[in-house]
């Protein structure tokens, strides 16, 4: 009996491992696909990648099934037993990817401007978590499902004060921006803004579940500071010595052992920051962060890691999480005269409020409006907060699709505002240098009289 249990069971594991090879091929094919069209168009990756989970969901591959267009595949290769694998696989593609970010920048400008990067954060939160929370008090009656106001609102909030930070840092270091004065405060208030919106995040759903206590959120907090603290003056020194060690002995290169111990370290940043409560990507984000300074580490780094990560892990996380999101639940007018305003709503919170708050802090108007429309950009972990008040069910599917809508629409017109708010700010020289200007150079060299 025992060996017939046996062999069914590794039946059962063969089945799930076609599958997912199965899925594996589907998705990084489609992403990469995808991600060339939109490049082509002038836009990141990224909404490439999210656009083919879009095309092989519900909202097109779905529809076209129904309609006996095409026979029914995606119910046999998406099987749901064999999501939370990939739910696994996407967030530890995602912890990778914080790292090689937090690597990228130079955070030396913030010496002069640490006091802009938190007025930037501060409004990014403030102004659109205020609009949102009053948004959501508007179309709440006019739902057709039963929600609870308070809730609703506070999610609602809450989802228009996320800034995407992995997507941000990633187009950045595409735009060849990452290492500029605009770009470095840009990537420190985005990660102050999403940082403190994992906290409100925490501290809503806790309120929503009717276990709020004001000591969990205000320990997290602590945490988080001690935390920062730790790796600043305990972990980078002795991370420091190693490197210095490491990149002697291999003239510049890791070899195994120091891969090997590079992510143990990393793994364990990102346990830290799991058990405080704000997500284990910010553990790894600080860890590349603390380590921007190293050159030759950084540049060893990218070559042992960044495009495997972009080639299998990312696929992943962008395509699989646009599976879970059906357009289709906007079947009327009203339903897309809401989703106009919350798209509306979000970026007058976000871009507005950033923008204003960086020409205050002495920024010119040009680099003000960069900096409000790199702070827009949402993508991904807006869907990430959406679905955890999904999950909790106070936001219903067709808000759910409203704000995907909208993550969609802030991170694509990040690109062509930024081209055309650029000449005249020291971003000019990089985005120039990058492929994101090639769709739009006969405009450019029109309106600059090259």
């Known amino acids: 009996m025992s060996e017939i249990l046996t062999l069914a069971t590794a039946l059962e594991t063969e089945h799930r491992l ?16 995808c991600a060339a069209v939109f490049r082509r168009l002038g836009q990141p990756a990224a909404v490439g990648e999210i656009a083919a ?28 037993r064999v999501e939370p694998i990939f739910q696994v696989i996407s967030q530890l593609g995602l912890i990778l990817l914080l790292f090689l970010i937090g690597l990228e920048f130079d955070f030396g400008h913030l010496r002069r401007r640490a006091r802009a990067a938190a007025a930037i954060s501060i409004m990014g939160i403030v102004t659109p978590f ?11 009656p006019h739902l057709r499902e039963n929600v609870g106001t308070l809730g609703f609102a506070l999610f609602m909030g809450t989802a228009m004060s996320i800034t995407a930070l992995p997507i941000l840092g990633r187009m950045m270091m595409e735009l060849k921006i990452s290492r500029t004065r605009v770009g470095a405060i840009t990537i420190t208030a985005a990660a102050i803004d999403d940082a403190t919106g994992w906290i409100l995040l925490a ?5 929503v579940q009717a276990k709020f206590q004001g000591l969990h959120s205000l320990g997290m907090i602590s945490m988080t500071v001690l935390f920062a603290l730790a790796m600043i003056f305990l972990v980078r020194p002795a991370m420091r ?29 990102a346990v830290a920051t799991s058990l405080i409560g704000i997500f284990a990507i910010f553990g790894a984000f600080m860890l590349g962060a603390i380590l921007s300074a190293e050159h ?22 962008f395509t699989y999480t646009g599976l879970r999101t059906d357009i289709g639940r906007l079947d009327s007018s009203a ?20 923008a204003l708050s960086a020409w205050m802090s002495g920024f010119s108007s040009r680099e003000s409006v960069c900096i409000g429309v790199l702070m827009n950009t949402r993508a991904l972990m807006e869907l990430i907060v959406i679905n955890v ?33 650029m000449r005249g700010t020291e971003l000019e020289e990089g985005i120039r240098q990058s492929p994101f200007s090639r769709p739009f150079r006969p405009r450019l060299a029109l309106s600059t009289g090259e």
């Not at 002995?249 to 793994?267: E, S």
């Not at 495997?308 to 996380?317: C, D, E, K, Q």
């Not at 069910?393 to 969609?408: E, G, T």
């Open 389 to 421: 008040g999904y999950d909790l069910k106070v936001i219903p599917q067709s808000v759910f699709c409203m704000l995907v809508i909208m993550a969609l629409v802030t991170t694509a017109m990040t690109t062509p505002v930024l081209l055309f708010f």
């Open 296 to 317: 030759e580490f950084r540049e060893a780094v990218k070559a042992s890691l960044s495009s495997f990560v972009t080639a299998f892990f990312l696929p992943i996380f």
């Open 335 to 354: 339903m897309w005269l809401m989703a106009g305003g919350v798209l509306l709503v979000a970026v007058a919170g976000k871009f507005g409020g950033c």
């Open 203 to 207: 501290t809503v759903s806790a309120l």
């Open 53 to 80: 989970g879009l095309i092989l969901g519900p909202s097109v591959l779905g529809k076209l099934e129904s309609a006996g267009w095409i026979p029914h595949v995606s119910s046999f290769i998406f099987d749901a």
């Open 241 to 269: 010595w190693w490197i210095a060690r490491a990149t002697r002995d291999t003239h510049g290169r890791l070899n195994l052992n120091q891969m090997a111990i590079l992510l143990i370290v990393l793994l364990l940043c």
């Open 130 to 140: 205020v609009l949102g929370a009053g948004l959501a008090y508007l179309i709440q």
């Open 18 to 33: 076609l599958l997912v090879l199965m899925q594996l091929i589907l998705i990084i094919a489609a992403a990469r696909i």
